[in-house]
């Protein structure tokens, strides 16, 4: 897909957690050399505007940020619009870049004034659809994807995109539904985590039927559920009881103990973990799985405290990152000065996101990196350097503490 230039780069965030998008992206521009301003902030949103016009290549990969959930590298920025015509200037837009797609996803921000612009961005996308059949600048079996964000009836901005190529969902929220049997919401949480933070090719190599998980802090049980839905024997660590459903899939073993206490008598591919917890305290807890080979893999909330959640993020990530000797992601790596590339002796990569169905909080995934390949992210995948499957080796049992 040619690429048109970007005049603005538009963050899409949790509502709240503008500072911490805005700082990021920041540094995400710094460090690709592009011009820094200070960005326009809307609940949702974060807007860097740029003096011209510039190649997108030189953007940050939106999906290896943290507090983003989508990005619009906007070519257009169409404002103070006429309610009674949109869609001249919307075409005369895509007739300078002689854009023809395949289709349009009109999206809002998240929060209420996205939710209020709903009904708009319903009809204003199916007019949109309708008028680029009739102008002949749509091609359905084309994967080039119009992206129009609606910040108002009167303020759109329009960006270009490979379909295949962007995280699930429109606003980068993917539509997922709470199973009837799912112990809790927190279920929805790994399942997004999954889809967020892992390729497609990598769903099937590290989560494969057979391998095994310890879930620390896992009562009602949403997250081991999930984990043994897909075939893995779980191990659940807490004092509270499970539910019902969970102990129902016959591959969750249930032990009352001190999740900060407990160790496997043998290593497993997954820990994962979702106390509420002070984070530096569980990013020490993972570290400490993943450096003595307890785990070789793990999927982890930190909860973040009210203030300074950006330097707390930076804190946790770095300490994790020296303690077992891995890849930090680009944005984190940028605020501490490290490098963003894997150097000799890197053992795995983290990749971090606040996603959806989190609150005051980041999921965090470490996987250990093997073969390399610089083809880039799966379709439907999002992930920077890719790992191998899980090493399935195991180490001599030993007593749990």
Partial sequence: MDAAPAVEWILACRPGFEGEAAAEGRLALAAHGVPVTEPRIAPGLVRFAFDGPIDRGRLPDPHRLIFARTAWPAFARLSTLDPRDRLTPLLAALDAVAATVGDVWVETADGEEGTALAGFARSFEAATLAALKRARRRDPSSQVLLRVLAASGADLALALDDRGALPPGRGGIPRLRLPRDAPSRSALKIEEAWLTLLSASERVRALAPGMTAVDLGAAPGGWSWQLARRGLAVTAI??????????????????????????????????????????????????????????????????????KRWE??????????????????????????????????????????????????????????????????????????????????????????
């Fill in 312 to 401: 707390e993020t930076v804190g946790c990530l770095v300490a994790l990152g020296d303690a077992i000797d891995a890849l930090l992601p680009p944005s984190v790596a940028a605020a501490a000065a490290r490098p963003d590339a894997p150097v000799a002796g890197t053992r795995f990569a983290l990749r971090a996101r606040q996603l959806y169905h989190d609150r005051e909080e980041i999921t965090v995934l470490a996987l250990p990196l093997g073969r390399r390949t610089r083809s880039g992210p799966a379709p439907g995948g999002r992930p920077g350097p890719t790992s191998t499957a899980i090493s399935r080796r195991r180490a001599p049992r030993r007593s749990s503490p």
């Fill in 238 to 307: 807490d004092n509270g009881p499970l539910a019902a459903s969970a102990l129902a899939t016959g591959r969750i073993r249930h032990v009352r103990a001190d999740g900060f206490r407990f160790r496997p008598p043998r290593p497993v591919d997954w820990l994962v973990c979702d106390m509420v917890e002070q984070p530096a305290r569980v990013a020490r807890l993972v570290a400490d799985w993943l450096a003595r080979g307890d785990a070789h893999a793990a999927l982890v909330n930190l909860k973040l405290p009210m203030k």
